[in-house]
């Protein structure tokens, strides 16, 4: 039987990939404007490929196209914060309220071994891997709470959620609290308590939240060094 082989990815998803990296990682700041031009220079691509990247990019919001004024990065007001981790706690409470109900073995030693990977790329202020990381260990929860439908919504949100994260996951303290939080959280799923791990999970976006909106209030240079 043959299986089929992965698909190189195209110059317009690598760029793509790193300029939405670039943003969600505060190298570009909210508000910042974008020029095609050094874009080009700085991807090695042309202004076609820039343009396509850019409107994609728009439409996940993470960047403003303003007439006469061209792109620049979005910004995040504390109503706009706010109404995020209202959806996210939501989504993931219910989420990890069926994780908790029907979690495997493997399932709960591959939520454990994220936390470790998190708590170790923390302590080591890779930002980055701790970012992919915290996203596969909510794909995991979600993926055994059967909630492909609520997956798909954080998703969508995934660029302005990251950039929350890399906010919150740089700030000082967090990197004993964040993976202490998951932690509470895959505990409960292991001890099959729905409750317990959906008021866990309450819990730490509250932290979190309360720490974004902090940090965004902080001159740029501060956010930027974490």
Known sequence: MLTSLERPKTLKETSLERLREAITM???LPGERL???????QLGVSRTVIRECIQHLESEQLITVVPNAGPSVAT???????????????LESAAIASCAAIASETTVATLEAYCDKIARSLL???IKQALVDTRMFYHTIFSEGEKWVAWDL???LNGRIGQLRAVTLSSKGRST???????AITA?????????AAEACAKH???AMTIALNELQKPKEDVLDG
């Open 26 to 28: 505060g190298y570009f």
């Open 35 to 41: 020029v095609e031009r050094t874009l080009c220079e």
């Open 76 to 90: 995040l007001n504390p109503h706009e914060v706010q109404e995020i981790y209202e959806i996210r706690t939501m």
């Open 124 to 126: 080591d202020h890779d």
């Open 154 to 156: 954080v998703e969508r």
């Open 177 to 183: 609290a964040g993976p202490r939080n998951l932690r």
């Open 188 to 196: 409960a799923i292991k001890q099959q308590d729905p409750d317990t």
């Open 205 to 207: 976006l509250q932290q």
